[in-house]
């Protein structure tokens, strides 16, 4: 029995959909344990391209068990139009797609709260991806939630809903003079109820299911979304998601002990990226970023926003490693790298004239950090062919070696481009 994490070690979009589907083929099942249809995941096979917003990235395979933990926020419209989506390609994921009963409920009220609280902030914007993640938590956190067992059963779903409405009526109708009268709320409760009755045949214990997948030795994949430096507690507060990408949600956001945990692969960007609001040490904000940009297709796969886009950051890379415990990272978008004569790396920053030797905790210090970069001879060679670790060329190979002492660990997968074909397993 192998059990693997799958975790970001940067602001999200390292590419862990691409290797959580490569994996797939040795794991039996595949689970989410946090956020929502803020992530999106992308895998390409052959020359089709899929975004996952909410489905685990393991779902193209067509045997494999995809679980949905409690610990994400579910969406049905998105859930049921990707579901569509799949089966209109002849993908069936019949009798192995699977939702844990306690898993939170997003609904159109979140999503509005969402677009209207950025709205209105004017200096702090996160720039969320407006897809009710924050609301939906914030909800689950107050105890107010609904999950989604509530929605098969509509007695108690109404009352539900009167609670959760209560609190944000007058929210909703100051911002968007939302009707909030019982007629209305009675239109969204059968809604929800009807999605309820759709999702009824997924809905099961999903805590249980992976004890049994356990008992009987296969093997599991944990699938993280966004990635450490967005997590809430630990990443770059607030401009940060409203869950914990971190490793150690995949046991509470899936209901299994952390004594079956084997492994935290770290998946890493040969450079680094992030969408949204918040600091970001080795951005490069000229030519040479919206190079990154144009090479490396920075664009998000949710929003479409021009991804942010700066040099690799090893400070960042090394707090990942040690907060996730990740001896083994699997480097991505190394190709991008070869359109540039002269590359970057950060190794370690300066704050206040001093060097500083871990990521800093405090906010204010982190607006103080100065980037202490060494600079290396790029390869300018085309890679996003080669399949061996020992053809690559020896520039390459250097700046794999240098990312791996900077940061304390082995890269022991290599993406050299979008396709399951274009990667070097060591
Ligand atoms: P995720 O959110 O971590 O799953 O990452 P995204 O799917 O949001 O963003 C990664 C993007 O890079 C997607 O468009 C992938 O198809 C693409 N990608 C993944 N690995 C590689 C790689 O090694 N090289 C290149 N050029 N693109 C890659
Ligand atoms: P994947 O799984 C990159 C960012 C948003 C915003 C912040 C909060 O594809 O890596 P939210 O909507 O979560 O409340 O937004 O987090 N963000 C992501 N950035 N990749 C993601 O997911 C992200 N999910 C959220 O841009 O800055
Ligand atoms: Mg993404």
């Not at 192998?2 to 691409?18: C, F, M, N, P, S």
């Not at 390609?89 to 939170?104: M, P, Q």
């Not at 409760?189 to 009824?200: F, M, V």
């Not at 790298?337 to 590359?343: A, G, P």
């Amino acid at each position: 029995m192998a059990t693997t994490i799958i975790v970001g070690t940067q602001w999200g979009d390292e590419g862990k959909g691409k290797i959580t589907d490569l994996l797939s083929e040795q794991y039996d099942v595949i689970a989410r344990y946090q956020g929502g249809c803020n992530a999106g995941h992308t895998v390409v096979v052959e020359d089709k391209q899929y975004i996952f917003h909410l489905l685990p990235s393991g779902i193209l395979h067509k045997d494999k068990i995809c679980l949905i933990g409690n610990g994400v926020v579910l969406d049905p419209e998105v859930f049921f139009d990707e579901i569509n989506a799949l089966e209109e390609k002849g993908i069936s994921i019949a009798n192995r797609l699977f939702v844990d009963y306690k898993t939170h409920i997003i609904f159109p009220y979140h999503k509005m709260i969402d677009e209207s609280m950025e709205e209105e902030k004017e200096n702090l914007k996160i720039g969320t991806t407006k897809k009710g993640i924050g609301p939906a938590y914030v909800d689950k956190y107050s105890r107010n939630g609904i999950r989604a067992c509530d929605l098969i059963h509509s007695d108690s779903l109404e009352k539900k809903l009167n609670s959760q409405l209560e609190h944000k009526k007058l929210y909703l109708y100051k911002n968007y003079q939302i009707d909030i009268s019982k007629e209305n709320i009675n239109k969204i409760k059968e809604k929800y109820h009807e999605y309820g009755q759709k999702l009824k045949k997924y809905i099961i214990d999903g805590s249980l299911l992976l004890d049994e997948q356990i008992k009987k030795h296969k093997n599991i994949i944990f699938e993280g979304a966004q990635g450490t430096m967005l997590d809430v507690d630990h990443g770059t507060y607030p401009y940060v998601t409203s869950s914990n990408p971190m490793a150690g949600c995949a046991c509470t956001g899936c209901g299994i002990s952390p004594i079956y945990i084997d492994k935290v692969i770290g998946i890493c960007k040969a450079y680094t990226t992030r969408v949204g609001e918040g600091p970001f040490p080795t951005e490069l904000v000229g030519s040479i970023g919206e190079k990154l940009r144009e090479y490396g297709n920075e664009y998000g796969a949710t929003t479409g926003r021009p991804r942010r886009c700066g040099w690799f950051d090893a400070a960042v890379v090394k707090y990942a490693n040690r907060i996730n415990g990740i001896k083994e990272i699997v480097l991505t978008k190394l190709d991008v790298l070869s359109h540039f004569k002269k590359i970057r790396i950060c190794k370690e920053y300066k704050i206040n004239n001093q060097v500083y030797p871990h990521y800093p905790a405090d906010s204010e210090i982190i607006k103080l950090i100065e980037p202490i970069y060494e600079e290396i001879e790029g390869w300018k060679e085309d890679i996003s062919h080669i399949n061996n670790f020992n053809d690559l060329p020896k520039k390459t190979i250097e700046y794999i070696k240098k990312i791996e002492s900077l940061t304390d660990c082995k890269a022991v997968i290599i993406s050299v481009g979008p396709k399951r074909s274009q990667t070097i397993i060591r």
